[in-house]
């Protein structure tokens, strides 16, 4: 069965100190793993996918890499509106076709001004 | 481009009560759709998917159904609430099964 273990449960952090967020996945072949950030009473919002080691997205103040056992979302000199929940899923795959995504628990971001 | 709409917001609703939550998608043809439960502490948890008209699986057995009677409509019901389905139910899309999903905002049901 994939797992996907997401470490720390909460983080808060001072405006403008840049921090990572881990994903640890065990799965029987990766295909693929993607970042989503969530804000409170909302659906989360796709951030970024990576399919390979080594791969690595950016979009602003966030980037994410890839390794063969785990994800990172580097946040570098975050502000305030970078606070939410940030979630990593990998495919879930029957091999009947792909089930959905498995998440894990998330990382709770807090950036204090 | 694409949007996916899902309602009502909040819903409140007694026990044994029945339960239609709706989801649409727009701008797409053929998506597969979801339905999952978010509930504190726990993260999301798929319920059902679907990759066509009709088709329909189930993920844990439960208290609900889902439907697909259209391409980009996805319907989750229950006939009889209980207290323990409460949660965040979101719909979400993709354009196949190993792509990243699309959520919608998502419908917060109290069963009282």
């Known amino acids: 069965e994939d797992q996907v273990t997401q470490s720390p449960e909460a983080l808060r952090l001072q405006e403008g100190e840049s921090s990572s967020l881990n994903c640890s996945y065990t799965v029987s072949g990766l295909r693929g793993l993607f970042w989503y950030r969530q804000d409170p009473g909302k659906g989360p919002e796709f951030l970024f996918t990576?399919?390979?080691a080594g791969e690595e997205k950016e979009k602003e103040r966030l980037k994410a890499t890839l390794t063969k056992k785990e994800s990172f979302l580097h946040i570098t000199a975050p502000k305030p509106e970078d606070s939410a929940t940030y979630l990593c899923?990998?495919?879930?795959?029957?091999?009947?076709?792909?089930?959905?995504?498995?998440f894990g628990k998330g990382t709770h971001l807090i950036i204090q001004p | 481009s694409q949007t996916i709409h899902q309602w009502p917001a909040t819903l409140v609703q007694p026990v044994g009560s029945p339960l239609s939550l709706e989801c649409t998608v727009e701008?797409?043809?053929?998506?597969?759709l979801y339905w999952y439960r978010q509930a504190a502490g726990r993260g999301l948890q798929l319920l059902f998917y679907?990759?066509?008209?009709?088709?329909i699986s189930s993920e844990v057995p439960q208290n609900l159904s889902a439907s697909r009677p259209q391409d980009r409509q996805f319907i989750l019901s229950s006939k009889k609430l209980l207290l323990s389905d409460s949660g965040f139910y979101l719909c979400a899309w993709s354009v196949g099964g190993l792509t990243e999903a699309f959520f919608g905002q998502g419908t917060r049901l109290t069963v009282v």
């Open positions: 990576l399919y390979s």
């Open positions: 899923a990998v495919p879930s795959y029957s091999g009947g076709g792909a089930d959905g995504l498995t």
């Open positions: 679907s990759v066509g008209i009709g088709q």
């Open positions: 701008g797409t043809s053929n998506p597969n």
